[in-house]
T-cell receptor
């Protein structure tokens, strides 16, 4: 299976700022996803990152707050915009489809002051 | 819509005890089912999977059987170790995305 890496691994940010998280896979994959895991909670899907088109967002998540790019089949970014303390979470990217289980990056641990 | 319901935690056991973590699902059709594990401070790792009814997934001494009749995928291990302490997530693949249960925190006492 392809190796997936995320960066930064953690960050502490000021409220009102934005942070872009990068996700790199070492081979081409069809589907990439972004999740949020709030402290002590399960994973919530933010969006599916589509190569060459706009991401598909889940209910409760909007492009203005979480813009996503997917310029090719190995790379995606998630930006958390205009951050507030409620955005403090772990953000994870993954790849996979119905024939292959999801493989996750180690996550980005984000704290907002 | 499709969903996964998991046994509430935390679960605390002594080393070498038998483990069961219950998982039931609601879905149209026959989705692939998964168990993931998250060790402290780490991302999620696939523990095992089953893609059709009566399939048994197994890994590292853990097992789970895809039961269509009871729509269940319970995780079991015969003898747990301290190193099994982690959060366990049951999940299913549905409509081009994966749906997770709420997670069950497992703590093993030496």
């Amino acid at each position: 299976s392809a190796v997936i890496s995320q960066k930064p691994s953690r960050d502490i940010c000021q409220r009102g700022t934005s942070l872009t998280i990068q996700c790199q896979v070492d081979s081409q994959v069809t589907m990439m996803f972004w999740y949020r895991q709030q402290p002590g909670q399960s994973l919530t899907l933010i969006a599916t990152a589509n190569q060459g088109s706009e991401a598909t967002y889940e209910s409760g998540f909007v492009i203005d707050k979480f813009p996503i790019s997917r310029p090719n089949l190995t790379f995606s970014t998630l930006t958390v915009s205009n951050m507030s303390p409620e955005d403090s979470s772990i953000y994870l990217c993954s790849y996979g489809d119905s024939n292959q289980p999801q493989h996750f990056g180690d996550g980005t641990r984000l704290s907002i002051l | 819509g499709d969903s996964v319901t998991q046994m509430e935690g935390p679960v605390t056991l002594s080393e070498e005890a038998f483990l069961t973590i219950n998982c039931t699902y609601t879905a149209t059709g026959y989705p692939s089912l998964f168990w993931y594990v998250q060790y402290p401070g780490e991302g999620l790792q696939l523990l095992l999977k089953a893609t059709k009814a009566d399939d048994k997934g197994s890994n590292k001494g853990f097992e789970a059987t895809y039961r269509k009749e009871t729509t269940s995928f319970h995780l079991e291990k015969g003898s747990v170790q301290v190193s099994d302490s982690a959060v366990y997530f049951c999940a299913l693949w549905s409509a081009s995305k994966i749906i997770f249960g709420s997670g069950t925190r497992l703590s093993i006492r030496p």
